[in-house]
């Protein structure tokens, strides 16, 4: 039994981690953002036996005393927490510097300084930017198409340096797309599926062209695990992908032939991105993550969008669907 922390818990991909730990026998603390209303995300929606083995800690991650108490007495730490949102980037970039860059300089001082064992930072395939190859492997060149992968690739390179100044044992986890259960309606697999389970008959996008490798979030969560518990991935940067693509254009036909074959696809100019700043191409390479760990994607991209469908028609009341959720 690993004592574990989980920061940004309370997301989408942090509370399947977190419940995936809990449920492998491990002690698992959850980091949560603090807010007023003392709700703790999605984890708020795990079974009440899960939720009971878990210690929730309640603060900011860009508040260093903060994050260095979270990480007392832990052996690993899977730090997730970050703002994810492409298109809030571009208003409010200074927010991204403090949580991206700074709450991972917070989680690898506090590391470095109580000795943890391991720590695995997130990053996001937004790092590579338009492919300029296919697939993408880890040398693949980083290009900074939005503020919020500027400050993933900032983060990406403070934990390499920590690694290679100080023998912090760092791996560097880069998801491709992730999606599933509980993920915001910010990300184009539940905007679609939401305005499509709400009636919708013309379904607003942006771009439709460009293509994405869609992981669905238990292999990704797999993905982590696997990481973690191998002593090879550490001062590694290791992808998480399926090196498989499609299109934003086929992926929206393919859910309304599932949810409600009269809707049609409409531009929505509100949601294109800056011409720059479009990523056209991301398909992963897969290579390394498999030799160095075994793991394997143990879903295809039709299972998940399945087990996907099926949670937002059990939850479609928690979502805006009338609104451009950025």
């Known amino acids: ?65 903060g994050v260095k108490k979270a990480l007392k007495g832990i ?19 200074d927010t991204y510097v403090d949580t991206n860059i700074k709450g991972t300089l917070n989680v690898l ?19 590579y930017g338009t492919a300029k190859y296919v697939p993408i492997d880890e040398n693949h060149p980083f290009q900074g198409q939005s503020p ?27 998801p491709f797309n992730t999606y599933g259960p509980r993920q915001s309606a910010r990300a184009v697999i539940p905007t679609i ?15 439709l062209t460009p293509t994405r490798d869609f992981n669905y979030v238990k292999d990704t969560v797999q993905g982590f695990i696997e990481i973690a518990k191998s002593d090879k991935t550490i001062g590694e940067e290791i992808n998480i992908a399926t090196q498989r693509e499609i299109s934003i254009g086929q992926l929206a036909e393919e859910l309304i032939r599932q949810i409600n074959s009269k809707a049609r696809i409409v531009c929505d100019e509100d949601r294109l991105r800056p011409e720059k700043s479009e990523v056209n191409r991301l398909l992963g390479s897969n290579e ?15 299972q998940g969008l399945a087990e996907t469908i099926d949670f937002f028609r059990h939850n479609l009341e928690k979502y805006k669907t009338d609104i451009y959720n950025i």
Not at 23 to 30: D, F, L, P, T
Not at 193 to 207: M, N, P, R, V
């Open 1 to 65: 039994m690993r004592r574990i922390i989980v920061t940004g818990a309370d997301g989408f991909i942090g509370s399947h981690l977190t419940e995936t730990l809990v449920r492998e026998g491990h002690k698992v603390r959850a980091f949560a953002m603090y807010n007023s209303f003392n709700t703790w995300g999605w984890l708020d929606a795990l079974p009440k036996e899960i939720l009971s083995e878990i210690e929730i800690f309640q603060g900011d991650i860009r508040d260093p005393n």
């Open 75 to 93: 052996d690993e730490v899977f730090h997730l927490a970050a703002l994810i949102a492409i298109p809030f980037s571009y208003h409010s970039p």
């Open 109 to 127: 001082q506090a590391a470095r300084e109580l000795g943890t064992s391991r720590v695995l930072v997130t990053s996001t395939s937004e790092v």
């Open 148 to 174: 919020y992968s500027a400050t993933k690739i900032g983060a990406d390179r403070l934990a390499e340096s920590f690694y290679r100044s100080f023998g912090t044992p760092v791996s560097i986890v880069r």
């Open 193 to 207: 599926i939401t305005q499509l389970l709400a009636g919708k008959e013309e379904i607003k996008l942006g771009s």
């Open 288 to 302: 390394k993550i498999k030799r160095l760990t075994g793991w394997q994607p143990r879903y295809t991209l039709e």
